[in-house]
């Protein structure tokens, strides 16, 4: 096996993200690459829930997959969830319980472990989990000293006792994990790599608000909506060490006119909400469209209309996001693909934001925010960051009308000028007027056609994967990255490639070079309408194929791998 | 008293009705921002829409004129962004009440060191004279035909029940008294909010120059501002509407708690990403 699919289902509250994170840290320290991702429903106890890890020897394994080698079920109704997923080949270790045998194509592969009674004789059912990480490490023959240290980090805040039942309970996994391997009821095969110890591990909203932090962000004001939440309590946490004011708003009306209102004092700001809450948010964005004011929105996309599925992924906003907002003026948006990708997307967004004095978007999904990425470095040598504040004088005018449509832009309070900016259609010095002759005309060309031609040309190209000689071109944007190429590459066909893009507004005119090679272009998106696929229309005049999931899961690598081959 | 350093040229084009109270609202908050030697550049007067929300284009000052109903959250973020600027908040009770009642409340509760000034002329003026949320029972409209139904929004009282900071309320048709609140709500330390009641001469018939000045009284000198439960009595009061400074509750304001300022005191315009940092942070995460 090159690699592993290790699948943890149960209640939520059952600590299913505890072992997650107990798992992924120690074999990550013990040299393996590891990825995971989970699904699970909008409630904080019960219901069924599943956390998929990845764990394999070699880069980039971060997409997900419907194959599940070791299952793990905590709970009865586990194997009926997961059953479209389970195979002949899937051993299954669980407490008898848990193991419902209509649900196991398999018998030679179950492996019954009482759980909760070695548990009780620890110490208590508290530490049924810690048993399954034991089991675990052996597996993966993660040596001793890596796990009790882990260990100790974790629980020594808890008292010596508490600490000291984990590591018993972790210690009676292992041999019960030893023991499997010794009867050959299951061999794992993988080679450790020590470069990947010193890895680091985070998931796509602790990138998004590290990318936000490298910017420079001091100001963040958001109303909580699942799944963005996560970027503002990082920030929180981090909010002392790097100077950021966190403003819980009221609502995301309030949210998004203090983001505005910020930027016009000088500060970097950022708002994090999904589809709901920037629909309250449009005619902010519109107003930030009139002021040339700066602004940065992360929007976490789920799956709607209306309140939705609030906890599972979706690409249904790229269209809301790209008309959002009444009126006319211009927009950047981009989607990045990983968490790698979502640190300097973000990063960028503020200084493009800054630089043209638009609205910027930072477009990701529940898949995203929520995996867990381990990768080699955040390199930040080549991190640079321009404020484009000017000092102002008496003479100054923030609309003052340029060749280029780009106005210094003064803030409040810095030099002896003064900074009107009005929602209402202004003159230079940012003062009412209706002047439609003149103008407005000026006004509109110099927020959305001039400003539009800048952004063009500071586009971020798109990634091509596989063959330059290609006869068949799959297009993505942001989180559907990992699986189409990972199908990509486990196919056989050697005509198609995959066109990845991270920004998908405004589009560059000459990426329409690589649409031309193709004979059949397919756009791939988790959404029911090709939202993408209809900017690639309007832009380049080209309407391609689809392949579209809607259902509220991200692809998975079988599912994108198998329609490749049938194209 | 010489206002002219917040006078806008002589050829401004100002888009009040003649007669109308705004006239006076600018000039007495003109000669209190004289009085206390606030410089035009250190001063953000921040808008949304109507015709009250205009005022600042006819202030010789820094001007956020944003959404409507949404100036006091915008002016809020100013404030914390750089709190060595004064920060005022001038704009309607459509603005104030209706459209932004969520974030008066919210301000109220959160404390920033700004200074909010609603005109209150119980109408909607830019729209041509529909009811507001201080329009008073029985008024009557081209909407509210049969006349207004609901009670009428009472911001005092509203303030006081959530232990504001500053809650005063003056009629312009007095604007020597008027004046010296303003004042004193612009120089106090945290969320200083005053009820301004003026007439529209264009859409008001009932409550106006004359209605103004015989249907309120001032709170006697022996009135203590500090007695929240007086406040509150007074702030409910039927018939004749009292005048002055209400509630008085000097507290740390928003910006007192934000650790951004605890030992750096920069607006955040002069500050950096802190990239060593960053890199500290990303170290962290490879355990």
Redo the contacts between chains.
């Keep these: 096996m090159k690699e592993v699919s290790i699948v943890l289902c149960g209640e939520a509250g059952q600590g299913i993200a505890t072992v997650e994170q107990l798992v992924t ?1 120690m074999l990550k ?1 013990s040299g393996y690459h590891v990825y995971s991702t989970s699904e699970f429903m909008s409630r904080i106890r019960g219901g069924t829930n599943s956390t998929l890890i990845r764990i394999s020897d070699e880069k980039s394994k971060s997409a997900f997959i419907d194959r599940i080698d070791i299952l793990f079920p905590l709970s009865s109704k586990a194997l009926k969830h997961l059953e479209h997923r389970i195979s002949p080949e899937t051993i299954i270790i669980g407490e008898e319980g848990n193991i419902a045998e209509e649900y196991c194509p398999n018998r030679a592969n179950i492996i019954k472990v009482d759980f909760t009674k070695i548990a009780n004789e620890i110490g208590g059912k508290i530490y049924t989990n810690i048993v399954s990480v034991g089991i675990f490490l052996a597996l993966f023959g993660v040596e001793e000293n890596i796990s009790k240290s882990y260990l100790t ?1 974790r629980f020594s805040s808890k008292g010596d006792t508490i600490l000291q039942n984990n590591i018993k309970a972790c210690q009676r996994g292992s041999e019960i994990g030893n023991q499997m391997l010794e009867d050959g009821k299951l061999k794992i095969d993988l080679q450790k790599d020590d470069s990947v110890k ?5 998931n796509g909203s ?1 990138a998004i608000a ?1 990318g936000s ?7 963040i ?1 958001s109303y909580p909506m699942s799944p963005s939440t996560g970027v503002l309590v990082f920030l929180s946490q ?8 966190i ?1 819980q ?3 995301e ?2 949210a998004v ?6 930027w ?6 950022m708002i994090t909400t999904s589809g709901g809450g920037f629909a309250l948010m449009t ?2 964005l519109s ?1 930030s469209g009139i ?1 040339e004011t700066p602004m940065v929105f992360h929007i976490a996309q789920r799956p709607g209309p209306g309140t939705g599925l609030p906890t599972r992924t979706g690409q249904e906003d790229l269209q809301f996001v790209l008309n959002g907002g009444h009126g006319e003026f211009a927009r950047a948006i981009f989607a990045p693909g990983n968490a790698e990708e979502a640190f300097f997307l973000t990063q960028h967004a503020f200084n493009l934001a800054d630089k043209y004095q638009v609205p910027v978007f930072i477009l990701s999904d529940q898949f995203l925010v929520d995996s867990h990425y381990s990768l080699p ?2 390199d ?1 040598t080549n ?1 640079k ?1 321009t ?1 484009y ?1 000017e000092k102002t004088d008496e003479n100054y005018k923030r609309y003052l009308l340029t060749e280029n449509g780009i106005s210094p832009r003064g ?14 259609e202004h003159d230079e010095e ?3 007027t209706e002047d439609v002759h003149d103008l407005r005309p000026k006004m509109v060309d110099k927020r959305l056609y001039k400003k539009l031609k800048l952004l063009k040309e500071d586009f971020v190209k798109p990634e091509l994967i596989g063959p330059t000689d290609y006869s068949i071109l799959l297009i993505g944007w942001g989180s559907t990255y990992s699986a189409v190429k990972e199908a990509l590459e486990l196919s056989t066909r050697k005509d198609v490639a995959f066109l990845h893009f991270k920004q998908v507004y405004p589009l560059s005119e000459d990426t329409i070079d690589y649409l031309k090679k193709a004979k059949k272009v397919v756009v791939v998106e988790n959404n029911a309408t090709a939202q993408f696929g209809k900017v690639i229309t309007l832009e380049y005049n080209i309407k391609p194929d689809q392949f579209l999931k809607y259902n509220g899961m991200p692809f998975s690598v079988e599912e994108v791998k198998e329609f490749i081959e049938k194209i | 008293m010489d206002t002219s350093i917040y006078d806008m040229p002589h050829e ?1 084009d100002v ?1 009040w009705c003649p007669g109308c109270g705004n006239f006076s609202i600018l000039k007495i908050v003109k000669q209190a921002l004289t009085e206390l030697d606030i410089k ?3 001063l ?1 007067m ?1 808008s949304g ?1 109507g015709q009250a929300a ?1 005022t600042p ?1 006819y202030l ?8 409507h109903g ?1 100036a006091v ?10 709190p ?2 004064t920060v005022i908040v001038e704009s309607g009770d459509g603005c104030s009440f209706g459209e932004g009642g ?2 008066f ?2 301000n109220i509760l959160r404390n920033p060191n700004i200074t909010h000034l609603a005109h209150d002329n119980m109408v909607y003026g830019l729209t041509k004279g529909q009811a507001s949320p201080t329009s008073q029972f029985g008024f009557i409209t081209p909407v509210q035909v049969q006349g207004v139904t609901n009670e009428p929004f009472n911001p005092l009282a509203l303030a006081i029940a959530l232990d504001a900071a500053f809650v005063a309320r003056v009629s312009i048709a007095d604007q020597e008294k008027s004046f010296e609140v303003i004042k004193q709500a612009i120089s106090f330390k945290g969320y200083s909010f005053v009820d301004i009641l003026q007439p529209c001469v264009s859409f008001n018939k009932i409550n106006t120059w004359k209605w103004f000045r015989e249907n309120v009284y001032y709170l006697e000198e022996s009135y203590d501002p500090k007695n929240r439960t007086e406040a509150f009595k007074r702030a409910t009061e039927k018939g004749k509407l009292p005048l002055g400074v209400f509630y008085k509750n000097e507290k740390p304001t928003f910006e007192d708690y ?3 300022y605890k030992t ?1 005191k920069d ?9 060593p ?3 500290k ?3 962290s ?3």
């Design positions: 840290g320290l980090k010193n890895y680091l591990t985070l602790q590290m932090i490298a910017a420079g962000l001091n100001f004001s981090k909010a002392e060490d790097f100077g950021i004011i403003d708003a009221e609502d009306i309030a006119n203090k983001g505005i209102g910020a016009y004092a000088g500060a970097r700001a005619e902010g107003l002021l470095d955040l930040l991190i960051n404020k504040i803030i409040p309070g810095y030099g002896s000028g003064l900074v009107n900016v009005d929602s209402d940012g003062h009412i | 401004t888009a035009p550049e250190k953000v921040a829409i205009k284009h010789k000052t820094n001007v956020f004129n944003g959404l949404r959250a915008a002016a809020m973020a100013v404030k914390a962004a750089n060595e600027l969520n974030h409340i919210h934000l650790p951004v750096n607006p955040l315009f002069k500050r950096e990403a802190n990239l940092q960053l890199q942070l990303i170290d995460m490879r355990q």
